[in-house]
């Protein structure tokens, strides 16, 4: 885990989640990268600084770019969702944008795929 020279060491909070969620999933975990010695950068310790955090997250982001399931690992965070850490290359914000543009598109999809039915005025 990254620090600055002048903060002790924090503890990693990773939800049970995690651990559990790849476990049951299937064969694409056993191939990820950040399961090896990395875990520590994909969650945030409490009280991380803001600098410290997207030092971090870029550290993980790096782990993810040379990962072999990164869409397998990203598809499965948006599909849970996971709401922490980073996963597939994405924090939770960025999962949470790509949600918010998924359901848009969705959205815009249903309406183009539906017939319009004209409305009739009624004669008075």
């Not at 651990?19 to 191939?31: C, F, I, K, L, N």
């Not at 939770?92 to 598109?105: D, F, G, N, S, T």
């Amino acid at each position: 885990m990254l620090q600055t020279p002048h903060q002790p060491p924090q503890a990693a909070v990773v939800p049970s989640q995690r651990v559990t969620a790849r476990d049951q999933d299937g064969p694409w975990h056993s191939e990820a990268v950040c399961r090896r010695d990395e875990a520590g950068l994909f969650f945030a310790p409490s009280k991380e600084p803001t600098a410290a955090r997207l030092s971090r997250e870029e550290a993980a982001k790096r782990v993810c770019a040379r990962c072999p399931v990164l869409v397998e690992c990203r598809e499965h965070a948006l599909l849970q969702p996971e709401p922490y850490g980073v996963w597939g290359g994405l924090t939770a914000a960025e999962r949470r944008v790509v949600l918010a543009r998924r359901r848009r598109r969705d959205a815009e999809l249903q309406k183009t795929a539906r017939p319009a039915i004209p409305h009739i005025a009624a004669a008075g």
